[in-house]
């Protein structure tokens, strides 16, 4: 019994000592942080990047984990691919394991970021420790002044192509454009471009898709896809599309702009029946069959054969025709009062997609009730409205009746998400906003007065 008392306080003591080497982050384990850049300009790309170092002939004693900064000040662009190498620093050999984020400032002047770390969970021989870097401070750089009209917040450098599906379709049929944006900056955060389209052109805009094209998340694309109904019939230009953005190597503003598309809009014409038009050519043209008739068939029925079972399919003819002229007006009513249809079903949609955003993690819950909050707002317009500041959506509703204070509400809810989205808020927070949201949405669609 004395050897086995002797042996678990020598490994009791060495548990504690190691750690006590954790926690003064020591000779075995201790953590770096570093940005690649400490001045960027406000959207520019930055990587923040924590190293742990491992003592190579010291084991772990329990498996560690990483504990990210908040990054409040910072749009949070996910985490990179983790590295691990090896490393020889003051006569010893050390596993280094690099954890990459990236970050874009929000506003300009001094941001901090707060402690990361990696925590030692706890065992049953000491409590959780954590062994946490130094903060960092980074000094956003604002935008120069005198930035283009239409420039939305773009910052790096972009190439850009678009695409229509065809050049030549009848009146009425819809196009898909899909403008697709490449380049290294804050690709994600792209909002899409204006399209000078004429104002009685009907345009629906879809869900943009973001897909990084290497590993470091450096090159980056966003592709916008619009369907679009022009109204006119003839020869048409699809105008080409501007995107403005601020370029951090020259710090200067720059552009990028495709070239016009022609269309051919072909006017629609109108339903005709085309089995009686057919009949009577054949009548004024005095054709007759190459064979003759069979006597079977030529001479007169009798008995239950005697055709009078035929006689409904001859009014098929006028019906086909009455059906197609039916559903040809209905189309044309549904175009017509598609955007009542669409203000009408307004409300319930948006409470519907809200409801869903309830069973979602928190941050995605945030974008869900910003994304709802601008379609709704289209869907009672009919007019785009992603990229349009505060002020201007409080406009757009007031200028349908809505009342200061709930247009104020509506507006709230949207700045809470967005802040949500950007930066952690605390827990249980993203229901409140979707519960708000929902009733800021009643309010205002019961004072809304369409045009």
């Not at 790096?156 to 454009?177: C, H, K, S, W």
């Not at 319930?348 to 869900?368: C, M, T």
Request: include cysteine; proline fraction near 7%.
């Amino acid at each position: 019994m004395k050897w086995v008392g002797l042996f678990v306080g020598i490994i009791i003591g060495l548990v504690l000592l190691n750690g006590f080497a954790v926690a003064q982050g020591g000779r075995d384990y201790h953590v770096e942080a570093e940005v690649d850049n400490e001045t960027p300009f406000v959207g520019q790309r930055i990587v923040y990047t924590l190293r742990f170092f491992a003592a190579a002939d010291v084991a772990l004693p329990v498996q560690t984990r990483y504990q990210p900064s908040s990054f409040e000040g910072f749009w949070y662009g996910g985490e990179l691919a983790e590295q691990q190498t090896v490393q020889q620093r003051d006569g010893r050999q050390y596993v280094i394991r690099e954890i990459r984020t990236v970050l874009y400032p929000l506003r300009a002047g001094s941001i901090s970021i707060s402690s990361a770390g990696i925590v030692f969970p706890a065992t049953v021989f000491r409590g959780e420790e954590t062994l946490a870097a130094d903060p960092l401070l980074v000094n956003a750089q604002p935008l120069p002044e005198g930035a283009p009209e239409g420039y939305n917040g773009a910052v790096g450098q972009f190439d850009m192509v678009v695409t229509i599906d065809r050049n030549e379709m009848a009146q009425g049929e819809p196009i898909t454009l899909n403008l697709v944006v490449t380049g290294t900056g804050n690709v994600e955060q792209l909002l899409p471009p204006q399209l000078n389209l004429p104002q009685n052109w009907r345009v629906y805009v879809e869900s943009p898709v973001y897909r990084p094209l290497d590993d470091t998340a450096t090159l980056a694309e966003k592709v916008f896809s619009w369907q679009i109904v022009p109204a006119e019939p003839g020869e048409q230009l699809f105008p080409g599309v501007t995107l403005h953005f601020f370029d951090p190597v020259s710090r200067a503003y720059r552009f990028i702009s495709t070239a016009p598309v022609p269309l051919k809009i072909i006017p629609a014409n109108p339903v005709t029946g085309g089995s009686s038009s057919s009949e009577s050519a054949a009548v004024s043209t005095g054709l007759h069959p190459l064979k003759p008739v069979p006597a079977s068939v030529d001479g007169p029925l009798s008995g239950r054969d005697n055709g009078v079972w035929l006689y409904p399919l001859f009014g098929l003819p006028l019906l086909s025709i009455l059906a197609v002229l039916g559903w040809y007006h209905r189309q044309r009513w549904l175009a017509q009062n598609r955007l009542r249809l669409q203000q009408a079903r307004a409300l319930g949609k948006a409470v519907r997609d809200l409801q869903s955003a309830r069973k979602l993690p928190s941050e995605q819950a945030y974008g869900v009730v910003s994304a709802v909050v601008l379609d709704y707002l289209f869907d009672k317009t009919g007019v785009p409205v992603l990229g349009k500041g505060h002020s201007e959506l409080r406009g757009v509703m007031q200028m349908s009746s809505v009342s200061n204070m709930a247009a104020d509400r509506l507006i709230a809810c949207l700045e809470r998400a967005e802040a949500g989205r950007f930066a952690p808020l605390e827990t249980g927070s993203a229901q409140g906003v979707v519960t708000n949201t929902v009733e800021a949405l009643t309010a205002v669609d019961n004072e809304w007065r369409s045009g």
